[in-house]
């Protein structure tokens, strides 16, 4: 299998699903700071990643890559680094939304609330 055929597979479709899947609450605003968040993965990952290939610490097959290189690393490597980011960050915003969005639920009479304040027990700080 190339390189670029696992990125269309296991990257760029379970991006396409949650784009659809989550057109309705997605704004420009709320993906801005995916944005940053490349910016700071390219700028973490290529160097190592281009040490890392130059000491042989690992390669690429050139029968599946395209052939394109940005320094040591092939084109496909520098797409997966923005698409993985990419569909974590949906993934991740999605469920943040939905957990800071949630109603607290209405709870019976004279049950202890789920979350009851209390000190808590040694046993229960360290094993």
Same mark, same amino acid.
């Given at each position: 299998? =190339?390189?670029?055929?696992? !990125?269309?597979?296991?990257?760029?479709?379970?991006? %396409?699903? !949650?784009?659809? #899947?989550?057109?309705?609450?997605? *704004?420009?605003?709320?993906?801005?700071?995916?944005?940053? !968040?490349?910016?700071?993965?390219?700028?973490? =990952? *290529?160097?190592?990643?281009?040490?890392?290939?130059?000491?042989?610490?690992?390669?690429?097959? $050139?029968? #599946?890559?395209?052939?394109?290189?940005?320094?040591?690393?092939?084109?496909?490597?520098?797409?997966?680094?923005?698409? @993985? =980011?990419?569909?974590?960050? %949906?993934?991740?915003?999605?469920?943040? /939304?939905? &957990?800071? =969005?949630?109603? $607290?639920?209405? /709870? *019976?009479?004279? @049950?202890?609330?789920?979350?009851?304040?209390?000190?808590?027990? $040694?046993?229960? &700080? *360290? $094993?």
């Amino acid at each position: 299998m =190339t390189y670029a055929r696992f !990125l269309g597979i296991f990257v760029v479709l379970p991006i %396409l699903f !949650l784009l659809v #899947r989550y057109r309705r609450t997605l *704004s420009w605003r709320g993906l801005a700071p995916l944005g940053a !968040l490349l910016v700071i993965v390219y700028a973490a =990952t *290529s160097p190592w990643d281009n040490m890392a290939v130059k000491w042989g610490l690992w390669g690429f097959d $050139p029968d #599946r890559i395209w052939g394109v290189k940005l320094g040591y690393l092939p084109l496909e490597e520098y797409l997966f680094f923005g698409l @993985q =980011t990419l569909l974590v960050g %949906l993934w991740a915003r999605d469920r943040l /939304e939905r &957990v800071l =969005t949630r109603k $607290p639920r209405a /709870e *019976s009479p004279g @049950q202890e609330p789920a979350r009851a304040e209390r000190p808590l027990k $040694p046993r229960e &700080v *360290s $094993p």
